[in-house]
């Protein structure tokens, strides 16, 4: 069973920068597409950024498009998401997800929610002044 911890969240001011983990176990990385996705207070879940298992396919919700990067390390069997410029409207608790990808689909990145089976607990981020 694959299991996610996420982890690097906390409380950074406007304008500032965090890189949130998403550290897997239990079975190697290198099968699953993972997803960030994110939940504010009062809202649904959304998506964030998505990378495919190979890691050559990206995308990013508008909102976040220019200011965070995802990227992933297999060997390390760990996802990032670099946040930069971060706005109040990006507190939220941030979640990463792992779809099991099959070969045919490596260089796909999964957007969404209904296709990854495995969840972390999340990490909450805060950007307030």
């Known amino acids: 069973q694959l299991q996610l911890v996420e982890s690097g969240g906390g409380l950074v001011q406007p304008g500032g920068s965090l890189r949130l983990s998403c550290v897997a176990s239990?079975?190697?990385?290198?099968?699953?597409?993972i997803g960030w996705f994110r939940q504010a207070p009062g809202k649904e879940r959304e998506g964030v950024s998505h990378?495919?298992?190979?890691?050559?396919?990206?995308n990013y919700a508008d909102s976040v498009k220019g200011r965070f990067t995802i990227s992933r390390d297999n060997d390390k069997s760990t996802v990032y998401l670099q946040m930069n410029s971060l706005n109040p409207e990006d507190t939220a608790v941030y979640y990463c997800?792992?779809?099991?990808?099959?070969?045919?689909?490596?260089?796909?990145?999964?957007?969404?929610?209904?296709?990854?089976?495995?969840w972390g607990q999340g990490t909450q981020v805060t950007v307030s002044s």
């Open positions: 997800a792992a779809h099991a990808a099959p070969a045919f689909n490596r260089d796909r990145a999964f957007d969404s929610q209904d296709d990854y089976q495995f």
């Open positions: 239990g079975f190697p990385l290198d099968y699953y597409a």
């Open positions: 990378i495919s298992t190979s890691g050559g396919s990206t």
